[in-house]
């Protein structure tokens, strides 16, 4: 080794050519090697300080830990799975979502600088589909939106395999631990910014299904008409088939009490209520206020650009992995982690009705009398 070779060595804690391993995490940070595994994988009792050095210096020499290794250390496999198990009889492509596509790339994310990898599950129920889970070695799972008594939660707990949702599960589901956004509060305040904004009857577009997402919206939005005094208006349908989304936006507009402002639950009902109210011959927004709860940037630049409501998938992702891994890893407690997420309303066009301004002149001032 050259002395210049070794100089680089000692300033950036890496063995030459190679990336760096535990040892050069050990060095460079003043340390045990018992303590950097402590560190890394979220073991021992160390000073939060500690931890967080530890971590900061792996960080900066790019250690991952070898999944190999870890493997035939631990005997756990450093799979993790991720499935939508609501729409499980349907022929649902989830990641074609923009809300979940963007939450499982930060879950891959996520998982990677823990050592983990992420694995797509099959969006199915059916009995045989477990069978096929079975042959694939995985040391926890995250399950989206689960419907009530989930058939896949019930028999992976079975199973010893460690269980996290992304959103509230129904009734007793045995999960680990649970994140989700406070959709309550979102619905609610989305509805007061359309009745600001000159709205007088506000519908909706929601689903059938049994999710929590889907239950908890409707249950807010049918509140703030009780407490508001308005007729609920909504039009329900299957979420899973786009198809049925646009024909449920067009009866909606086609109401004989039909809404001068609509909220949709699901990310096509923006395009869908825009294409309706074209149909309908009324102005958005002048006649008509819309939001949609989607991730899209498509709503950007649409004609006009449509307000909508983000549940932040890429945090959401993110901290469902943590936890899991925690889990896996014997770092958190036995009592269920829940975790509420902020929601953000991104304010465009087409929830601000344009209000007509008639310009007023100061009054002249008389002319001068001569005397």
Request: aromatic share 6%; glycine share 8%.
């Amino acid at each position: 080794m050259t002395a210049a070779k070794h100089q680089a060595s000692r300033e950036t804690g890496r063995r030459p050519g190679g990336r760096a391993g535990i040892r050069d995490v050990a060095a460079a940070a003043g340390v045990s090697i018992t303590t950097v595994s402590d560190a890394l994988n979220g073991k021992g009792r160390l000073p939060d300080a500690t931890r967080h050095h530890v971590r900061s210096v792996a960080d900066r020499l790019g250690y991952r830990p070898s999944a190999a290794a870890r493997t035939l250390r631990t005997g756990k496999s450093g799979l993790i799975g991720l499935t939508v198990t609501t729409y499980g009889q349907e022929p649902f492509t989830f990641t074609e979502f923009a809300y979940f596509a963007e939450m499982a790339r930060a879950a891959t994310s996520a998982a990677l600088a823990r050592g983990y990898a992420l694995v797509i599950l099959p969006a199915t129920s059916q009995h045989h589909d477990f069978d096929v889970w079975s042959n694939v070695a995985l040391d926890g799972t995250i399950v989206v939106d689960p419907s009530d008594h989930d058939p896949v939660v019930t028999d992976l707990v079975r199973r010893g395999i460690p269980v996290v949702s992304d959103g509230r599960p129904a009734g007793s589901l045995p999960v680990t631990g649970w994140v989700d956004n406070d959709h309550e509060a979102a619905v609610l305040d989305l509805l007061d910014h359309l009745a600001d904004s000159g709205a007088r009857r506000i519908g909706l577009l929601t689903g059938t299904g049994t999710d929590t997402y889907t239950r908890l919206s409707t249950s807010a939005y049918l509140s703030w008409c009780e407490r508001t005094g308005q007729e609920p208006v909504y039009e329900a349908y299957p979420a899973h088939d786009p198809c049925a989304g646009a024909v449920a936006a067009d009866r909606l507009l086609a109401r004989p009490d039909r809404p001068d402002a609509v909220y949709g639950l699901y990310d096509p009902n923006g395009t869908d209520l825009l294409a309706a109210a074209r149909r309908y011959a009324l102005r958005v927004p002048e006649d008509l206020l819309l939001i949609c709860c989607s991730e899209s940037t498509v709503y950007a630049g649409t004609e006009p650009p449509i307000t909508t409501l983000s549940l932040k998938p890429a945090r959401i992702g993110t901290t469902v992995i943590q936890l899991l891994i925690d889990a896996i890893e014997g770092a958190a407690g036995r009592e269920q982690v829940r975790q509420v997420m902020p929601t953000e309303l991104i304010v465009r066009t087409s929830s601000h009705r344009r209000i007509r301004r008639t310009r007023v002149n100061a009054p002249r001032k008389p002319p001068a009398v001569d005397r």
